[in-house]
């Protein structure tokens, strides 16, 4: 038997709490349940120093052939999390699961290390976390960020 969950989407206030990690998968896709956060607070004006629509945003859009409109809309019209997942399967550019995955693997490994274009910010930006833009990537910074912003607001 197969459990579907029905996870609520809950409009964050990411002035105060961070949107999902970009690692957390939804339908096999990295990156979804992020820019959903992201796309829900922008809606209601909680989307603070986040930005829908990123180039972020735009690496799952464009691996699916869809737009950030698109997405909106289906976000707009979605109960839980899951009915996103399932609209990203059926619109856009097929993908198998085995390219999903390969997609998604491949999105959580990259690096800004390899683009000569935004190494230095990379560097800079991983240096004010302590963190080795040698040996981490983009989702690992993504979080690190996350956890700086709010530790301190949390307090």
Not at 105 to 112: C, G, L, R, V
Request: overall charge negative; proline content about 5%.
């Amino acid at each position: 038997m197969i459990e579907i969950m029905n996870t609520p989407i809950v409009t964050r206030d990411l002035t105060k709490q961070a949107p999902h990690s970009p690692r957390e998968r939804l339908a096999g896709f990295a990156i979804v349940s992020r820019a959903v956060d992201k796309c829900r607070a922008s809606l209601a004006g909680t989307l603070g120093e986040y930005h829908y629509d990123c180039p972020l945003d735009n690496m799952l859009f464009n691996f699916k052939g869809i737009t950030g409109e698109q997405f909106k809309t289906a976000v707009q019209a979605a109960a839980n999390y899951e009915d996103v997942g399932a609209w990203l399967q059926a619109n856009g550019t097929t993908k198998t699961p085995l390219e999903i995955k390969a997609w998604s693997d491949q999105m959580e490994a990259s690096s800004p290390m390899k683009n000569p274009e935004r190494r230095g910010a990379f560097i800079e930006n991983c240096s004010k976390l302590w963190l080795n833009p040698e040996t981490n990537s983009t989702f690992d910074w993504l979080e690190a960020d996350d956890r700086a912003s709010f530790r301190c607001k949390s307090v």
